[in-house]
């Protein structure tokens, strides 16, 4: 029975090159000249630092054009608050891995709602959606690239 898994993972390689990149970008840029400004990956987080909030919000592009570049979606990152910490201030940017219950739900529910005949069944934070034609499982996959569900989605796992 043919069969795919729904995912929501980010390529840690391809994020540390990204934040690298505008780590290079900001050292670069002649309005953080002599400033503290800093991005940095710290335990599947990123870090930003500046001497204002100003700062922080004109590093959020840098870092938005790298990550969009390298083929992550910036759907993934979650923006903490900017918070004072010594002489500058800090964000700490999390990054989304797996699909939580709420948004599985959901996407079971849409499957449900196109009246395909298939099954989807969720598996930790992912989805496995079976069924019995694969022209079935394609239109599934086209629906869900559609939907706005705001979480990154990847498609595995397609077996015959």
């Known amino acids: 029975m043919p069969s795919f898994d729904v995912v929501s993972e980010v390529d840690q390689h391809e994020l540390t090159n990204a ?19 800093n991005a940095e990956m710290s335990d599947s987080a990123i870090v930003l630092t500046a001497d204002s909030d100003f700062q922080i919000q004109q590093m959020h592009p840098i870092v938005y054009t790298k990550l969009s570049g390298r083929g992550i979606d910036i759907l993934c ?19 989304k891995q797996g699909i939580d219950k709420e948004t599985a739900k959901k996407i079971v529910a849409k499957i449900k709602e196109s009246k395909l005949k298939v099954q989807a069944q969720i598996q930790g934070e992912q989805l496995r959606v079976t069924g019995k034609k694969r022209d079935d499982l394609q239109q599934v996959m086209q629906l869900l690239k559609s939907a706005e569900l705001g979480v990154p989605m990847q498609f595995q796992n397609f077996r015959d």
Do not use: P
């Not at 990152?77 to 990054?95: D, H, I, P």
């Open 77 to 95: 990152l979650e923006a903490g608050k900017v918070e004072n910490s010594g002489k500058g201030v800090k964000q700490r940017m999390s990054v």
């Open 19 to 37: 934040v690298d990149q505008a780590q290079k970008e900001i050292i670069n840029r002649y309005d953080f000249k002599g400033t503290s400004a």
